[in-house]
């Protein structure tokens, strides 16, 4: 089968490799999607850790070819989506539940072969169902879906508060819609790329700010400014540093900050705690999707949130290793690879 391999850092090939057996408790998954991530650009330039030689590819869903044995739940021929954390469940962090921050975290795509391939294999435990006829490439969604899930739980968005959000990209304009379901009054999507913050309005954002046209703290919480006084929330789904450092200045008094784009290892920025403490800023993180996996596959079964529009292109395993290894045309939302 063919299978996109990241080979060491700065070396990524279209490979032809053995196709997979499902072991004790696991399925042999036929991958009819899988999405493109920032995080494969950072594992191929070494910014994210990860174990090569290994298959790429962490948002993916497909058709249930093949059971291992002792695997009860599934039957070939369900389509189902991967979530592609695997906790220890043994260590000091799994026994408090907080299965994200375990400290043997093994995630396919980055540790063990992902889903850039014809077959890949999924523990049973790691599986969720999706309906027969469901687009293989919205169930794609699930992972990074989950992912704003958990950050949305962190940051627990209250009915009638104000949120900005930092990067119209894929994550960003998921925020917006889960923002929107949560109550928020006001979303305010902030991004350099017009036909993103035309998508976001449509997906639910109440205003949309040119990152492009300079001067954002001022424009959005200045004098005369589009939210006096700051938001509660402000959401940084971009992940770089220009961002970073605008968030706590946006956010109001009490208010709080969310981080959820991913920046390279080893970046810092600078912050001033002052500021931070006189005005209570509360910084929040949140790491990939503890528990909420299956949450996000209803939400995208049911229609609650849409994930159509923010599929830009369906390319295949070719044209997948340029895009991986390029960086994203301009509006650019999700790639695809199908298989």
């Known amino acids: 089968m063919q299978a996109i ?21 696991e399925l042999l998954v036929r991958v ?10 950072h594992l191929l330039r070494g ?61 396919i ?11 890949v294999v999924l523990p049973e435990r790691q599986a969720h169902r999706l309906p027969d006829g ?29 949120v900005v959000v930092l990067g119209g990209g894929l994550i960003g304009l998921l925020v917006v819609q889960l923002a929107r379901l949560a109550g928020a ?10 036909g993103k913050r035309e998508l976001g309005q449509r997906l639910g954002a109440t205003d949309a700010v040119d990152a492009g046209a ?21 959401v940084e789904a971009a992940g770089v540093r220009e961002t970073v450092t605008q968030a706590p200045r946006i956010a109001a008094r009490g208010g709080r900050v969310l981080l959820l784009g991913v920046l390279p290892q080893g970046e810092t920025i600078e912050i001033e705690p002052f500021d931070l403490l006189f005005r209570e800023i509360q910084f929040l993180t949140a790491f990939v999707n503890p528990f909420t996996h299956a949450r996000a596959a209803e939400m995208i079964a049911s229609g609650t949130i849409a994930v159509e529009p923010l599929v830009s292109r369906r ?25």
């Open 32 to 41: 009819e999607a899988c999405g493109i991530c920032g995080t494969d650009r």
């Open 47 to 107: 910014e994210f850790p990860s174990r090569p030689p290994v298959t790429l590819g962490h948002e993916f869903a497909g058709i249930v070819e093949a059971i291992g044995e002792g695997v009860s739940g599934f039957t070939p021929g369900m389509t189902v989506t991967g979530d592609p954390n695997i906790a220890c469940g043994r260590c000091p962090e799994c026994h408090r539940g907080r299965v994200n921050l375990c400290r043997n975290l093994q995630a």
């Open 109 to 119: 795509g980055i540790h063990r072969d992902g889903g850039f391939a014809d077959y």
């Open 185 to 194: 009054a006001r979303v305010v999507l902030v991004t350099r790329s017009a």
């Open 214 to 234: 300079g001067a954002v703290v001022e424009r959005l919480v200045g004098e005369g400014g589009l939210l006096p006084g700051g938001a509660d929330l402000v």
């Open 5 to 25: 391999r990241l080979e060491g850092v700065g070396q990524l090939a279209l490979r032809e490799v053995k196709k997979p057996v499902p072991g004790v408790g």
């Open 134 to 162: 469901l687009d293989p490439v919205h169930g794609a969604f699930a992972e990074p879906l989950a992912c704003c899930l958990h950050g949305m739980d962190v940051a627990a968005v209250r009915p009638g508060e104000t």
């Open 315 to 339: 390319i295949g395993f070719a044209a997948g290793v340029e895009a991986i290894a390029g960086e994203p045309p301009g509006g650019e939302i999700r790639a695809i690879v199908v298989p």
